[in-house]
């Protein structure tokens, strides 16, 4: 299966376009930079992971773009609570995270069968 035919990856990469185009003026560099990468990680192992060969390595990245999706989630939390990101954009976005970390797990315990 390819990475582009995974809803998980169509999402996370539809949400991380989303930061980096609301996020755009910030001049915060700083938060801005790191909640745009950890946003660009998801997508990004999901899709590594994917291109890997083996089952190990597949799960690892799985397992990295998880851990990536936290602390975006992380971040969201702070964004809200200085004001960078509004409320409901962000109770939204936190969402998508949470949904987003169940679709991994799905798919990494797929991987293993």
Do not use: H
Not at 90 to 110: D, F, Q, Y
């Amino acid at each position: 299966m390819r990475f582009e035919d995974l809803e998980v990856w169509r999402r996370a990469a539809r949400l991380c376009a989303e930061i980096y185009k609301s996020l755009a003026d910030l001049r915060d560099f700083g938060f801005r930079d790191q909640i745009t990468r950890s946003a660009l990680s998801v997508p990004g192992n999901i899709a590594e992971g994917m291109e890997r060969r083996s089952v190990k390595d597949k799960q690892r990245f799985l397992d990295i773009a998880l851990g990536s999706c936290a602390e975006l989630r992380t971040q969201l939390y702070v964004g809200i609570d200085i004001g960078y990101i509004g409320a409901d954009t962000g109770k939204v976005r936190i969402n998508e995270t949470r949904e987003l970390s169940a679709m991994p797990v799905g798919l990494r315990n797929k991987q293993s069968s």
